[in-house]
């Protein structure tokens, strides 16, 4: 049960504050999910929103980004009642959270060709990489991606900083990795989906990057061939950070100066299922 009548987004101007809360009160009442959490994420992303108003809000959003992916339907007589406005949870039937952002059976469709289940292809059992990641530079720490499969597809966000995925690929492997924005959240410097694609093998060496593919803001690496089987690394950021080398190529950190901030998927497709490739 979410109780936020108490929020005032008290770092906005008075105007904006009344404009914000006003707008996203009537999407809430509209049963317009996609708007109110879009509304939401704006105030999520202020620099002038509290702690403690941001944690309040994060709750609101994950509310409301099931209601959008379940298409619940909130009577007027609930959803409208300023008395207690964002009392949207009380007289619901429970269901389960899924946490999935924006375009995650899309994604999975696309990597997949349809054929798997998303069920199947995002099963959350903790995983482990079968081999140590030891700790590279800039490389750490890196979420496992499971390619039991040959593939999958995992949802992130990322801000000013930067989020780094480790996986085990085959020699002669072709790789496709697909970065695709779900949503968009006011940044530090512009609200834009403009991402950043970079990977990186066990060394710290850069062996392919993304940035602005077809023309657009999203990136994709395609046809990656994998030079041996060995652990690699994804890292996602938002556009401006960029990785920096020292004088032999190597990586030794991040800018971490991404101006932008959104959710999105990652998917990998095309790698030997890792089983064959670890005993």
């Keep these: 049960m979410l109780v936020l009548s108490a929020f005032a987004a008290s770092g906005l101007p008075a105007y904006a504050q009344r404009t914000t809360i006003f707008d996203l009160d009537q999407a809430i009442c509209a049963n317009d999910w996609y708007e109110a959490v879009n509304i939401v994420g704006m105030l999520v992303a202020d620099d002038q929103t509290t702690d403690g108003n941001r944690r309040a809000l994060l709750d609101l ?16 007589e609930q959803a409208c009642d300023r008395a207690n406005p964002y009392l949207l949870e009380a007289t ?27 069920q199947v292809v995002t099963e959350t059992e903790a995983f482990a990489l079968p081999v140590a990641m030891s700790n590279p530079v800039g490389l750490t720490p890196a979420e496992p991606i499971d390619l039991s499969r040959g ?92 990785p920096i080398f020292d004088s ?25 299922p890792t089983g064959r490739l670890v005993r």
């Design 61 to 76: 959003r994950r509310q409301l980004e099931r209601f959008r992916a379940e298409n619940i339907i909130v009577t007027d």
């Design 92 to 118: 619901l039937p429970p269901t389960v959270q899924t946490g999935e952002p924006l375009g995650w059976n899309r994604a999975v469709a696309a990597t997949t060709n349809n054929r798997y289940s998303a």
């Design 151 to 242: 593939l999958n597809v995992i949802a992130g966000h990322v801000g000013p900083g930067h989020q780094v995925y480790g996986f085990v690929a085959g020699l002669g492997d072709r790789l496709t990795i697909n970065l695709e924005v779900t949503q968009v959240m006011t940044g530090s410097l512009y609200t834009s989906d403009d991402s950043q694609l970079f990977i990186f093998d066990r060394s710290g060496a850069l062996i392919a990057a993304a940035d602005d593919t077809d023309g657009g803001q999203q990136s994709r690496i395609s046809d990656l061939m994998v030079p041996k089987t060995d652990l690699y690394f994804a890292v996602v950021t938002s556009y401006n950070n960029d």
């Design 248 to 272: 032999a190529g190597r990586l030794t950190g991040w800018q971490d100066n991404g101006g932008g901030r959104f959710d999105y998927t990652l998917s990998v497709l095309g790698a030997t």
